[in-house]
């Protein structure tokens, strides 16, 4: 299997990817309410995008302490998180038996969805959430729990990711020499720089999650 390494330009790069595709999951959110009904095909992309950004969010965190390897599987990416991280996610409202359960359910469905390879579709499916047209009411999928737990799972993998920034001293990215008027970047000690914020965020990650945001 693949690997990617763990090097800044990689951190950098995956978390920017999460971001951007978090971003764009908010777009398309809102379109999706506004228009309150898709098609199955859609909703099922859908879900896969919730994947991607789930994927990403880990991959983003797990890339801080390691070399990270190139998986879509959601719950081989979950057992590597920080127990930090899944000592707060369990029980917190889904017990473990749950979390378990649905990890193995939604393990692969960034790629299966997208290709329509829908073998754990019914996952998120009730008849409720139909109308006379076989289209999906989105504002009826919003209350379903299984739809809800991945829904969970990637606000708190974003939480978490705001602790860590949260709990760090950026203060080292001021130390730029000042030269007359104007600031004279030095790209080797913006590397440093660079360098110790990903340090500190793999030590803060490695503690307690010792609150909640």
């Not at 104007?182 to 030590?203: G, L």
């Amino acid at each position: 299997m693949k690997v990617v390494k763990r090097t800044d330009d990689n951190i950098t790069k995956i978390l920017t990817s999460f971001i951007g595709s978090c971003e764009n999951l908010m777009l398309l959110e809102n379109e999706i309410l506004k228009i309150d009904k898709i098609t199955i095909p859609q909703y099922a992309n859908y879900l896969s995008q919730i994947a991607l950004c789930v994927e990403l969010g880990m991959k983003s965190i797990l890339i801080n302490e390691n070399d990270i390897y190139k998986t879509h599987d959601l719950k081989e990416l979950y057992s590597k998180m920080p127990s930090a991280f899944r000592d707060m996610f369990e029980n917190n409202p889904f017990p473990k038996k749950t979390i378990d359960k649905s990890l193995e359910k939604i393990k692969t469905i960034f790629e299966d969805f997208r290709y329509m390879n829908i073998e754990n579709f019914s996952f998120f499916l009730d008849k409720s959430i139909f109308d006379t047209d076989y289209k999906i009411i989105f504002s009826q999928v919003l209350r379903l729990q299984n739809f809800q737990f991945i829904i969970f799972f990637l606000n708190e993998i974003k939480k978490f990711r705001k602790f860590l920034n949260k709990c760090i001293d950026k203060d080292f990215f001021k130390n730029i020499e000042k030269r007359g008027f104007t600031f004279k970047v030095d790209s080797e000690n913006i590397n440093k720089a660079i360098k110790k914020y990903h340090d500190e965020i793999k030590n803060i990650q490695l503690t307690a999650y010792v609150e909640k945001i």
